[in-house]
């Protein structure tokens, strides 16, 4: 588990059904991509977070492959439908087979 | 000692410099983080400063438009993640003495609101200026019975950016008279000598050429109402001492130390330039 | 020694200059991924908005985002990073536009391009040029 790694996320509390609502996530992840070196002159092994996937109830929001190119503290903002009340679950997929989880409930008025 | 080699620098970036100027930053803009917190990003300059700067202005002014959005949202801003986590420090109990911060000062708001607006100062029990790193790590030797913390290091800036966000929007108010006064002027000398290879002084770039550019680099008033401040460069959060000792690096000469003296004296000196700009920190700057 | 600063803007606008165009290995970097995401089809332009900085403050942390309504897929590339790949969006039937927000990393001045696969099987394109600096004095 790579340190200090830790998300939030931006969700509103409710939503009208059907409506779609803005999401904003972070990820605080150095995002080491495997260019850099060291004092000695060695590459620093790559180390990211590689893959973010977003659900509500089971179904597919998005679905993004990371590549080093994604800046430090990985950060994400799209639209999401929200059919009735329920879980958004957001899964971050880190190099290591570190797996970062974050649910936050959404209620339809 | 003359300035024509920067002014040689900049016209060449001239071209540039219209269309970076032009395109990406707006001066004007006005910062208002969460659509609550109104941040006062341009000020009459201090009476001290004797016309040196015609109105002062926080570095967030002289950034890209993209990079100002970063601030204006507490979500959107890297650096208060990185203080998010100096919350739970505030909160857990360290040291022999097995006390938490918030055992003394109650929750951060409560605690340390406007704390940032009046560091560096004279700390009268102690009979020396004090940066608020300073004063942390008395607390917590002296008082928690735990170790210092590292000047610059991620635990300690964490902390002084948390300590920062509480009192943003209040205007910087160091005290330059008084006890203070010997160190303020001590800090006024360094800030106008020149040193290194370059032969640069803090005023060469930050008082004569603030809005020009040196080579890509806008170059700001060089304010801290903003530290510690997040920077893109180094994706992380920087100290007031840590951004002193790399700019007196870059004039190719050797820097002071950190948490010494003679920044303790220029962190004075400087904050005193921007008093009247509101706290901003962290900040997100280039 | 001799090192006018003339000399030394002179250098370093040719040194600049010359990293504004992709290497040839990264053209062929670029033009295989491309591929292997169009399956060599036909990419057209239109329907697809990329939006990027014009002038990108730091190199590390650049704001990027990207719209194609009616988009499953929408592969980003940096036409000169040290490898072209940023990121693959693929838009679940829950997604309220097929648009993403990020911030990306790029090594210099360089075309980042978006290319969508519709939901139709066709593919469209855009590119914007970023100009990136290196700094003066970052301290």
């Known amino acids: ?109 | 000692m003359n300035t024509a080699p920067i002014r040689l620098t900049t016209s060449f970036s001239a071209g540039l410099a219209i269309l970076a100027g032009a395109a990406a930053a707006d001066p004007d803009a006005e910062l208002v983080i969460n659509d609550e917190i109104q941040i006062i990003t341009r000020a009459e300059a201090p009476a001290h400063l004797e016309g040196a700067l015609p109105e002062i202005r926080s570095g967030w002014t002289f950034r890209t438009r993209e990079t100002q959005a970063l601030q204006m949202d507490d979500f959107e801003n890297p650096g208060l993640s990185a203080a998010e986590m100096a919350i739970e420090t505030w909160e857990t109990a360290e040291g022999s003495a097995g006390k938490s911060c918030a055992d003394c000062h109650g929750t951060v708001e409560e605690g340390m609101r406007g704390v940032r607006a009046v560091y560096p100062k004279w700390v009268e029990s102690a009979g020396e200026v004090r940066t608020i790193e300073m004063q942390i790590n008395d607390c917590r030797t002296n008082r928690m019975g735990a170790e210092e913390w590292k000047y610059i290091g991620s635990d300690m800036v964490n902390m002084t950016a948390l300590i920062a966000s509480v009192s943003r929007g209040l205007p910087m108010n160091v005290a330059i008279d008084g006890p203070a006064r010997e160190m303020w002027e001590k800090g006024k000398e360094i800030y106008y000598t020149r040193v290194g290879q370059l032969d640069l002084s803090c005023a060469s770039c930050h008082e004569e050429n603030y809005d020009n550019y040196i080579r890509a680099d806008h170059l700001s008033m060089g304010m801290t109402n903003g530290f510690p401040t997040y920077r893109l460069k180094n994706t992380r959060l920087i100290a007031v001492h840590d951004r002193f000792k790399g700019c007196m690096r870059d004039t190719r000469g050797v820097p002071f130390d950190i948490g010494l003296p003679e920044f303790v004296a220029l962190e004075l000196y400087v904050a005193s330039r921007g008093n009247g700009l509101s706290v901003e920190g962290p900040a997100v700057r280039n | 020694m001799e090192f006018t600063r003339r000399g030394a803007i002179a250098i370093s606008a040719g040194f600049a200059a010359a990293l504004m165009l992709p290497t040839r290995a990264a053209r062929a970097a670029i033009d295989e991924q491309i591929a292997a995401f169009t399956g060599g089809a036909e990419v057209g332009s239109g329907g697809i908005t990329l939006t990027t900085p014009e002038i990108a403050e730091n190199g590390n942390t650049v704001p990027i985002e990207v719209d194609a309504p009616g988009a499953e897929e929408i592969l980003v590339l940096a036409s000169n990073n040290p490898t072209p790949e940023v990121a693959t969006f693929r838009f679940g039937p829950l997604a309220g536009k097929q648009k993403a927000a990020t911030r990306v990393r790029l090594a210099g001045t360089q075309d980042v391009i978006a290319i969508a696969r519709m939901g139709d099987g066709s593919f469209v394109q855009a590119a914007n040029e970023v100009k990136v600096t290196i700094g003066g004095c970052g301290g």
């Open chain 1, 1 to 109: 588990m790579a340190q200090d790694v830790k998300p939030r996320v931006r969700v509103p509390k409710t939503a009208s059904a059907g409506g779609s609502v803005t999401i904003k996530t972070l990820i605080s992840h150095r995002m080491e991509s495997g260019q850099r070196k060291d004092s000695d002159g060695n590459l620093i092994p790559r180390s990211i977070i590689n893959r973010f996937t977003v659900e509500f109830n089971g179904q597919n929001v998005i679905d993004v492959d990371l590549a080093p190119a994604i800046s430090t503290n990985p950060y994400f903002e799209f639209e999401a439908i929200v059919p009735e009340t329920g879980d958004m679950k957001f899964t971050w997929y880190d190099d290591d087979g570190s797996v970062y989880e974050d649910v936050q409930s959404i209620t339809v008025a």
